[in-house]
C-alpha cells in the first residue's frame, strides 16, 4: 500500500545520531522510531513502537483527526476508543484504513 507524502525521489533521509531505528512497516525500510511506546498497556502500542516509524505515525495522526471528525466521535466512549484501535492496527497492519463512506477530502489550497 502506497505511504503518500515522504521525501523526493533521490533525497537520502537522515535519521539523527542515537535515535532509535526502526523498519517501518508502512514505508518498508529503516528510519527513526518513536522516542515512547503509545498507548501503554494496550498490546498494539508495544507492536507499534517496535514497528512504526515517526514519520508514519504521523501520517496517522492525520488520519485519526479526520477519523475523529468524520465520524464525530467522542473519545470519552469505549465504543469510540475501540474503533480507533481498530482503523490504527488495519492501517499499519492490515489492508489499511477505509476512508468513511461519504468522505470528501478538502481541496488543496494550489
Same mark, same amino acid.
Given at each position: $500500500?502506497?505511504? %503518500?507524502? %515522504?521525501? #523526493?525521489? *533521490?533525497? !537520502? !533521509?537522515?535519521?539523527? #545520531?542515537? @535515535?532509535?531505528?526502526?523498519?517501518?512497516?508502512? +514505508? /518498508?525500510?529503516?528510519? !527513526?522510531?518513536?522516542?515512547?511506546? #503509545?498507548?501503554?498497556?494496550? &498490546?498494539?502500542?508495544?507492536?507499534?513502537? !517496535? =514497528?512504526? =516509524?515517526?514519520?508514519?505515525?504521523?501520517?496517522?495522526?492525520?488520519?485519526?483527526? $479526520?477519523?475523529?471528525?468524520?465520524?464525530?466521535?467522542?473519545? %470519552?466512549?469505549?465504543?469510540? /476508543?475501540?474503533?480507533?484501535?481498530? /482503523?490504527?492496527? *488495519?492501517?499499519?497492519?492490515?489492508?489499511? @484504513?477505509?476512508? &468513511? &463512506?461519504? +468522505?470528501? &477530502? #478538502?481541496? =488543496?489550497? @494550489?
Amino acid at each position: $500500500m502506497g505511504c %503518500g507524502g %515522504g521525501q #523526493p525521489l *533521490g533525497v !537520502e !533521509e537522515v535519521i539523527r #545520531p542515537g @535515535a532509535r531505528k526502526v523498519f517501518c512497516v508502512k +514505508f /518498508q525500510k529503516e528510519k !527513526e522510531g518513536l522516542d515512547e511506546v #503509545p498507548f501503554e498497556g494496550h &498490546p498494539i502500542g508495544q507492536r507499534i513502537f !517496535e =514497528s512504526v =516509524s515517526k514519520d508514519a505515525w504521523k501520517m496517522w495522526l492525520e488520519h485519526m483527526k $479526520m477519523l475523529m471528525n468524520e465520524y464525530r466521535l467522542n473519545l %470519552g466512549t469505549k465504543e469510540a /476508543q475501540e474503533f480507533l484501535i481498530q /482503523q490504527m492496527d *488495519g492501517y499499519f497492519f492490515g489492508e489499511g @484504513a477505509a476512508l &468513511p &463512506p461519504d +468522505f470528501v &477530502p #478538502p481541496r =488543496s489550497k @494550489a
